[in-house]
């Protein structure tokens, strides 16, 4: 099974400052098909899970600008630009590449 | 728009079994992979099991299967989970969440909760 491992935040971060949570993967994400299908979810606190970020850097439907993702092979990163009040919660990487498929453990996002 | 949502959790004893819905919406169900993720109370999201768009092929997690079985009625655009000898381990929201061609894991519902206690 692929496992994906998240850095968590170092401390609270302050509105409007910048946000990068990381996640690696134990093994390449690149499919047969060329695409790399790593995700990056944000669940709200009572909420369920909400799709950001898929195939590694492509922002969903509705998602602000402020969330950006990059990475490749096993490296990956969220960043937040400007942190809102908004985005507290829990992020988690999810890869798709193969099955079973697995997530990180989560990363949480408070505001200082 | 797009809508999942479960139903079935409930609380059930150790080694009964439960059936899980969830219906979808505002999307040809039938051209869809579909999935099961779970979250135990305070912990993570893990994986539970796959069905390809027409069911004609399914994954399931180690640590459920023999007991769980995904299924599928796309005349009924419902998605099921069939849980047998449940454990208390098993306790967490399950949730229902769609796979496209491209995109995976884009939508997802509002989740159903399982207890398993004596």
């Known amino acids: 099974d692929i496992v994906m491992t998240q850095t968590a935040l170092s401390s609270p971060v302050a509105l409007g400052q910048p946000a990068s949570i990381s996640c690696r993967s134990s093994q390449s994400l690149v499919h047969s098909d060329g695409n790399t299908y790593l995700s990056w979810l944000q669940q709200r606190p009572g909420q369920p899970p909400r799709l950001l970020i898929y195939k590694v850097s492509n922002r969903f439907s509705g998602v602000p600008d402020r969330f950006s993702g990059s990475g490749a092979g096993t490296d990956f990163t969220l960043k937040i630009s400007r942190v809102e009040a908004e985005d507290v919660g829990i992020y988690y990487c999810a890869q798709a590449t193969q099955f079973p498929r697995t997530f990180g453990q989560g990363t949480k996002l408070e505001i200082k | 728009q797009v809508r999942l949502a479960e139903s079935g959790g409930g609380v059930v004893q150790p080694g009964r079994s439960l059936t899980l819905s969830c219906a979808a919406s505002?999307?040809?169900?039938?051209?869809?992979?579909m999935h099961w993720v779970r979250q135990a109370p305070g912990k993570g999201l893990e994986w539970v099991a796959a069905?390809?768009?027409?069911?004609?092929?399914?994954h399931h997690a180690d640590s459920v299967k023999g007991r769980f079985i995904i299924s599928r009625d796309n005349s009924k655009n419902l998605l099921y989970l069939r849980m047998n000898n449940l454990r208390a381990e098993d306790t967490a929201v399950y949730y229902c969440?769609?796979?496209?061609?491209?995109?995976?894991?884009?939508?997802w519902g509002q989740g159903t909760l399982v207890a398993v206690s004596s």
């Open positions: 969440t769609r796979d496209s061609h491209s995109v995976r894991f884009d939508y």
């Open positions: 505002g999307f040809t169900f039938s051209s869809y992979g």
């Open positions: 069905i390809w768009y027409d069911g004609g092929k399914t």
